[in-house]
């Protein structure tokens, strides 16, 4: 049986499944759409689902996490920012010590890490670890996370990927097939909650060179095309992308940061916007699920 956080997630084939380019064994894949469900004021928690199971692990979950509004902004750049971090962190059992961080500038880059790297790392837009006791964590505010899981290797990774740096989970896939033989098929992922295609209308010019850059005519696409009227569709862009690269497996937020005001979001909220912490870890399971 599934977590009570969704619900429940169901595991639906695209329609058009095995058609269009997709590689891997036989071309399906497998898409579970969750609605986040705060048990905790501050935090939801959704796992990585494979064959429409969620996964678990030895003592503590890889778990998915994501803050809320009323938690307050994680923003480095404050201190507040920093006290509200101390204080998730905390109620999540958390050491400061386990958890990377990135200094964020809607690139592609994303950092290797070991035991040894630094804590708040260079500028990039994700990460990935092998560290069973790491814990990574990006912040968003209207932009996507995408989290992935290897569940070979054990790798996992996490990226903020706005418009402009949409591609940076593909970056981190490859990054992780280099450095741990990652099979894609082998790969979970989710993508986190974000501004949908509902709310995200942009510029004529700016809508064309996205969809020449991720649309095409070749390819999968699970999500439908990654613009929709005039607005981007981060979520389809992604998973467009992993599927294509053979990850078979892919969870998606259906919560726009835009319309729910639990999500922080910087189009909604302007200047003042609530960075949310978006968070990979080993967490205790009894303060997620």
Not at 107 to 114: A, F, H, K, P, T
Not at 205 to 213: G, L, P, S
Request: charged fraction near 20%; charge should be negative.
């Amino acid at each position: 049986m599934l977590p009570t956080w969704t619900g429940p997630p169901h595991n639906r084939d695209s329609p058009g499944a095995g058609e269009g380019g997709a590689t891997g064994d036989g071309g399906d894949w497998h898409l579970y759409p969750f609605h986040l469900v705060f048990e905790r004021e501050t935090l939801a928690c959704f796992p990585f689902i494979m064959d429409g199971a969620a996964l678990t692990f030895h003592e503590k979950h890889r778990a998915c996490g994501i803050s809320s509004h009323a938690a307050g902004t994680m923003s480095l750049k404050t201190p507040e920012g920093s006290l509200h971090r101390r204080r998730l962190y905390t109620s999540l059992g958390l050491d400061p010590g386990q958890v990377f961080t990135c200094t964020q500038v809607h690139s592609q880059e994303v950092l290797v890490l070991d035991p040894e790297s630094p804590r708040e790392g260079p500028h990039a837009d994700g990460m990935i670890s092998r560290d069973p006791r790491a814990c990574l964590a990006v912040t968003v505010a209207d932009c996507l996370p995408v989290y992935l899981y290897d569940t070979e290797s054990g790798g996992f990774g996490l990226v903020h990927s706005g418009w402009r740096g949409t591609g940076i989970a593909l970056k981190a896939l490859q990054r992780m097939e280099a450095r741990w033989h990652t099979r894609p098929e082998a790969v979970a992922a989710v993508l986190g909650p974000c501004i949908g295609s509902c709310c995200y209308q942009v510029d004529p010019e700016r809508a064309r060179a996205f969809d020449q850059e991720f649309g095409g005519p070749d390819g999968a696409y699970p999500l439908g095309p990654v613009v929709k009227g005039g607005a981007l569709d981060l979520q389809a862009a992604n998973a467009r992308m992993l599927v294509n690269a053979g990850v078979r497996h892919i969870a998606l937020c259906t919560d726009c940061t835009f319309t729910d005001e639990r999500l922080g979001s910087f189009r909604r909220e302007g200047p003042s916007y609530t960075a949310m912490a978006a968070l990979i870890g080993a967490f205790h399971p009894q303060d997620c699920f």
